[in-house]
């Protein structure tokens, strides 16, 4: 299947380098429910209509260019272990964005994102900016959680909401570009930890965690 | 829920301690089909950390344990503040706060304050550091799984020393620009640790064949160190006391000294949101490799049988389901005693303490993230190892720290260490002015020492100790190194795992239709 990134998410090519901020994102939601979907269509133009569960990559980078601001995602996928409720807390710790994703043709995702959204507002920090995406919307005709139910809660909460389609692509560049947007990218925001906390690496100079060049 | 739990793994690990989550990142790492539970609803065992609601959940638990199954005892918390804070106070101290930016007062902080606040808090039932050039961080970075976790440097090591605390000059820049010592002093003292640094493993055992049955006190002594070195040396840097083998305490030496300047100005890290996470992070990596996570599912029985062609598998049963493995890697708290062979020997248990604080034991400019090694204070002490963190690593909220005690049992956990808690804290619960910060709260509590390395009984099984008392996590990385290597024989420990960047464009080539994973390599159905 050929790449297919649209404008919003492609990477900065030769452009004179703008401010670049990195931060990391994190997607919860049912198994099943394509988050998986969503980022490989995100960061790789791809789908896969038979999609194993995730294996060896559940961490995956893309860039979003905004127009003074290069935005880094660090994405991490769930790794199947909110499979039997065993998410490890270190999954939201530092985490800036969150996507929680249902699938519209399943009630049962939906209560289980509320439940997620929950868990977000109560163990992630409190700046953490999340969107609830309805997936598979190429199914429509399935759907069992209205468009307005949804658009209500994430109203209600906070949230930014859009349904979206992994397989068309519909609203997949979009959703992030809207977190991308919703972000702080003030001085210092985007370091992966607040203010000198870091990543090891194995040279001996640290690694710049912080966002500005 | 989980009643669609496949039952038939290659590696089934019970129990996500640090050694049981090493072990299990390591197996799925080389492909093994893994299962990973734990009986609990949460990750690491003794190893974990709390926020301050789990804690209380925690303590409550152990209370109602007295068969002391969860191998910690003695357990004693205490307020040192008042349940509420008292409104028109709290008004007053407002206003002084606009007044002087430079110097805002004290919050006074009551325990309602705690509980709203439970979340900013991560307590440690294990606290450890990490020395910059050991095994652990060595691991981290070697298998890639470092990028799933943030450190911070300890910004100084302390000692008491004289009846106060001094920080003890680590590199050489801290050797010559420190005022604690003479010109003389710090030639000699520079001179011992180059040459300590400079020992390989034959040269040293070849320098010291003398030295054998003398202590490293002995040994600082006749290479002329005056009380202050002998001091810094054997106490802060070799973390030893006077009984110390000559031996060990040089080795002890060299491991500070060739992990300093590596990432900070001491050879520390300390892990971001504390010690909890590492295990964790392990965990992550195995899910990440197809491994399957299931936590709050107990156990209730382990045995064997055999299968066609001769061959013994381990069986549990959990949750009317029997679960099959070839290899079981179970923690010596969750495992069944009657599996255990020998019984481990005597040995000494572990007290230690917890307490908040509404300062750091030594002011600094910048939030400062201490280890303070304390001498014994007196002669049939042992050494207790102090850590400070402070909001900037995810324990606690701004204006709190939380200091962490760890020392060799002797009486019991408040006995042994409460005395020396009082040299550096304001322990009164009371508002009278004190150099030292106030103790809003502690814990004490002793935990059985597990961590003597065990083997069961039955083959197949493979037991996991629990935490030492040691101030790094070098022994729990060395066996889980040991037993991954009983179950993979050959197999490499913990290859590096690839980078997204590379993931991507290797299937950006290949179009498949997989994702990273062989046709023969497949899960088992679920």
Known sequence: MATNRSGAAQRPNGAPQTKVCQFKLVLLGESAVGKSSLVLRFVKGQFHEYQESTIGAAFLTQTVCLDDTTVKFEIWDTAGQERYHSLAPMYYRGAQAAIVVYDITNQDTFGRAKNWVKELQRQASPSIVIALAGNKSDLAAKRMVEFEEAQAYADENGLLFMETSAKTAMNVNDIFLAIANKLPKSEGAGAAGAGGARRLADGEQPRPSSCCK | ?526
């Open chain 2, 1 to 526: 829920m989980d009643d669609d739990l496949p039952t038939d793994f290659q590696v089934i690990v019970v129990g996500t301690g640090m050694v049981e989550s090493i072990v299990a990142a390591a197996c799925s790492r080389i492909g093994k089909n893994v299962l990973h539970l734990d009986l609990s609803d949460h990750y690491g065992g003794l190893w974990a950390s709390y926020n301050f609601d789990g804690l209380q959940k925690f303590i409550k638990e152990v209370n109602s344990d007295p068969k002391r199954d969860l191998q910690v005892y003695n357990l004693c918390e205490k307020w040192y503040i008042e349940k509420e804070s008292p409104e028109a106070k709290d008004g007053g101290d407002e206003n002084k706060t606009d007044d002087s930016k430079a110097e805002p007062a004290k919050k006074t902080w009551s325990q309602s304050d705690f509980t709203a606040e439970y979340r900013k808090f991560n307590i440690d039932m294990t606290p450890k550091l990490l020395f910059s050039r050991g095994p652990l961080v060595e691991l981290l970075i070697s298998s890639n799984i470092a990028r799933y976790a943030e450190f911070r440097c300890v910004t100084r090591v302390l000692t008491w020393l004289n009846n106060r605390l001094m920080p003890v000059p680590c590199s050489r820049a801290d050797v010559f620009a420190t005022e604690a010592v003479t010109t003389v002093e710090k030639r000699m003292l520079m001179k011992m640790l180059t040459s300590i640094v400079g020992y390989n493993e034959d040269e040293m055992n070849n320098e010291f064949k003398d030295w054998n049955d003398k202590t490293f006190q002995d040994y600082l002594k006749h290479k002329g160190l005056t009380p202050n070195l002998i001091h810094y040396v054997l106490f802060a840097i070799a973390g030893g006391n006077n009984n110390m083998p000559c031996l060990e305490g040089v080795k002890e030496c060299k491991k500070f000294l060739m992990s300093l300047g590596r990432y900070g100005n001491t050879p520390f890290l300390w892990p971001m949101y504390g010690s909890g996470e590492l295990p964790q992070c392990f965990c992550r990596l195995c899910a990440v490799f197809g491994g399957v996570y299931c936590l709050n599912r107990p156990i209730d029985k382990v045995g064997t049988k055999t299968v066609d062609e001769g061959k013994t598998v381990v069986t549990i049963e959990s949750k009317a389901k029997t679960l099959n493995c070839d290899h079981l890697v179970i923690g010596i708290n969750e495992c069944p005693k009657e599996l255990i062979s020998p019984e481990p020997a005597e040995s000494c248990d572990i007290s230690k303490a917890v307490f908040i604080t509404n300062g750091s034991i030594m002011a600094s400019e910048k939030e400062p993230l201490s280890l303070l090694r304390f001498p014994p204070l007196a002669d049939d002490d042992k050494a207790v190892t102090v850590l400070e963190v402070g909001p900037a690593t995810g324990s606690c909220p701004k204006g709190l720290f939380v200091v962490y005690f760890i020392a060799s049992k002797s009486k019991d956990a408040e006995t042994d260490l409460k005395p020396y808690a009082e040299r550096i804290f304001d322990m009164s619960g009371g508002d009278a002015e004190s150099d030292k910060p106030k103790c809003l709260w502690s814990l004490f509590y002793n935990v059985k020492d597990t961590s003597a390395p065990v083997s069961s009984v039955v083959e197949g099984v493979h037991v996991c100790s629990g935490p030492d008392a040691g101030l790094d996590f070098d022994r729990a990385v060395e066996q889980a190194e040991q037993i991954f290597k009983k179950i993979c024989p050959g197999e490499e420990f913990l290859p590096r795992a690839p980078d997204p960047e590379e993931i991507v464009f290797e299937d950006d080539v290949t179009h498949g239709p997989e994702f990273q994973r062989d046709h023969d390599d497949d899960e088992p159905k679920e």
